[in-house]
C-alpha cells in the first residue's frame, strides 16, 4: 500500500509543523528562555554603578553567558515530551533518515528558543550601553551563535534522554563544547562594541555554526538511538 | 516451544516471505533476554507470542524493528536483511509499543493526520474512518490528554490501521482495553492476516483469532522458536 509516500521534504516539513503547533500551545514553555534571557542581561546593569565604559565592558560577557545559559534551559524542551510520550521512538521507526528528521527539529527548537534571542539581543545590547552601530555585528554573532548552540546543545540533549535528573549533567557536557562559541560570540561583540570590524570572529562563529549543522545531526541520532534502546 | 536445532533456524531465514527471523541473541546487562530466537511468520498470518512478564516479548519486538541492536542473529523481511535496508523495512512497519506515541496536546485527528502523514498522505475522512473502525469517531476534535487510557490505545491502534503498513508489530496491544476493545482487536487482527499482512503481536493474554490466520507461541525459558508451518 504505497500509493502518495510522503517523501523526506515533505516529512520534515510536517515535523516541523507539528512541533511548531505543539509549541503554540504552550506558548509559555517557549517564552520561559527568553524571559531568562532580558532578565540575566539587565540584571548586569541594576548591579554595576552607573558608568558607560564599565557597562560597555562587561556587554559581551553578559549577552553571551546570558545566551549560553538560556540555550541550556531551553534544551529541555527538546526531546523530552517525545521520549515520554513514545513520539520519539515512532520518529525513529518512520521510512526517513532519522539524522534528518531530528535536525528538523532542532531548527524548530532554534526558531522558537534561539531566533527570539536574536530579536531581542540589540535590546538587551541596547540596555548594556552598547551603540547603534554594533547592532549588524551583534545580530550576526547571537544569529550564528544560537545556531551553533542549539546543535550542539541538542546532541547533550540526545545523550541524556533517558537519565531522569539529566540538568546538571546536560550542563557539564554542552558547557565545554559552548566554549568556542561563547570565545568567538564575545570577541565579536566586544569588536563590534568597539567600532572594529568583527569579521574575524564573525567568519569562525560561522564556521562553527556550519560544522556543527553538518556534524550534530549523525550524532544526534547515534545518541537519542542509544536513548531509546 | 523448544529452542531448535541450528537447521530448522536456517531454513526460516531463506523464506521470502513474510518476516523472518533467525538466531537472535540479546543480552541486557548479565541477563541473555534473547537466546537464539527464530521464527517465520508469512503473509497472511497473524504470531501471538505470550510469555510471562520480563520473559522478552517486549525486547523481541523491538530487536525486530531494530530498536534495539542484536548480539547475533539477524532478521529478514521479504528474504532481506532489514539492515541492508532499514528505511525500506521501515515504511512497510508499523509498531505499537508501551507508549501510545501520541502527544496529549494534539486532538486524536491531529495526531493521526501528523504521525500518518510522516508515512503517506491522509484525507480527514480517511482519519473519521479509522476512528470510527476503532470505536471513538466522537474522540477526533478532543485532546488526547483527556481521554482514558483505554482510548488512547484505541486511538493509537487507529494509527497502525492507518499507517497501510504490512508488518505490524504489537507490543500488549489489549492493554487497557475493555471487553469490545479486545474483540474489536480481533477483528482488526483478522482483517490484516485476511489482507496478506503481517502481524506479531507480544501479549500476555491470548486473543481469539481464527485458527487458520494464526499460529501462537509462548516465550519460554527465555528463548522461542516457531518453525515454519507445513502448506
Known sequence: MSEARTGFLAAALLLAARDLRLALRRAGDSLLPLGFFLVITTLFPLALEPSLSLLRDIAPAALWVGALLSSLLALDLLFRDDGQDGTLEQLALCAHPFAGMLLAKTAVHW??????????????????????????????????????????GAVGAGLTLTLR????????????????????????????IAGASPAAPLYLLAALAVLA???????LAAAVRIGLE | MRPAAGTAAAA????????AADGL????????????????????ECLQVTGANGSGKTTLLRALCALVPLEAGRVCWRGCDVHLDPLAFRGELAYLGHDNGLKGDLTAAENLHYAVGLRRRVTRDESGAALERCGVPALRGVP??????????????????????????????????DAAGSALLSE??????????VSLVATHQALELPADAQRRATLQALSLTVAPVMA
Open chain 2, 25 to 44: 541473541h540479546l543480552w541486557r546487562g548479565d541477563t541473555h533476554v534473547l537466546q537464539g530466537v527464530s521464527l517465520h511468520v508469512r503473509a497472511g
Open chain 2, 144 to 177: 488526547v490528554r483527556r481521554l482514558s487510557a483505554g482510548q488512547r490505545r484505541r486511538v493509537a491502534l487507529a494509527r497502525v490501521l492507518l499507517s497501510g503498513a504490512s508488518l505490524w508489530l504489537l507490543d500488549e496491544p489489549g492493554s487497557n482495553l
Open chain 1, 213 to 219: 549543522a553538518t556534524l550534530a545531526p549523525w550524532a
Open chain 1, 111 to 152: 526558531c522558537l528558543t534561539g531566533l527570539p534571542l536574536v530579536l531581542v539581543a540589540p535590546l538587551a545590547a541596547g540596555a548594556l550601553g552598547a551603540p547603534y552601530a554594533a547592532m549588524p555585528g551583534i545580530l550576526a554573532a547571537v544569529l550564528l551563535g544560537t545556531m551553533a548552540l542549539s546543535l550542539i
Open chain 2, 12 to 19: 526460516t531465514a531463506d523464506a521470502a516471505d513474510g518476516i
Open chain 2, 188 to 197: 482488526l487482527l483478522a482483517a490484516h492476516a485476511q489482507a496478506g499482512g
Open chain 1, 165 to 192: 535528573r539529566n540538568g546538571s549533567l546536560l550542563a557539564l557536557l554542552v558547557l565545554p563544547l559552548a566554549v568556542p562559541v561563547l570565545i568567538f560570540g564575545a570577541r565579536a561583540t566586544a569588536l563590534s
